[in-house]
């Protein structure tokens, strides 16, 4: 699958916005979708994934309660709601994929095999 990430931009402390991942190419029956972020001078984070068709979702604990992801399979996308967004939220935010993951392996990156080309966020204090 070919992944593409968008929706990133500036918003102020306390603020929402809502990232998109268009994904092209044919999907798995196991395919899991997964948000990761990279904040300047720090090792790639996973904030959370879901099933794409069993739908499950699973969060890092950063942001659980303030993100939640979602699926749309009408248009084949998977977004990423971000509320209550912090200065420390400030990332470069990147969809991947991967393939028959159980729960505790989801927050590796190294089982995601196709990666999007990111997208900035910036959160404004």
């Known amino acids: 699958v070919q992944l593409q990430a968008s929706g990133g931009g500036l918003v102020p402390a306390g603020g929402s916005l809502t990232l998109s991942c268009a994904i092209s190419g044919r999907t798995d029956s196991d395919q899991v979708m997964g948000w990761f972020r990279q904040a300047p001078g720090k090792e790639r984070e996973w904030v959370g994934s879901?099933?794409?068709?069993?739908?499950?979702?699973y969060y890092g604990g950063s942001v659980k309660g303030r993100f939640s992801i979602s699926k749309d399979k009408a248009k084949n996308t998977v977004n990423l709601q971000m509320n209550n967004l912090k200065p420390e939220d400030t990332a470069v935010y990147y969809c991947?994929?991967?393939?028959?993951?159980?729960?505790?392996?989801?927050?590796?990156?190294?089982?995601?095999?196709?990666w999007g080309q990111g997208t900035q966020v910036t959160v404004s204090s």
């Open positions: 991947a994929a991967a393939v028959r993951l159980i729960v505790s392996s989801m927050d590796n990156e190294r089982n995601y095999k196709n």
């Open positions: 879901i099933r794409w068709n069993a739908g499950g979702t």
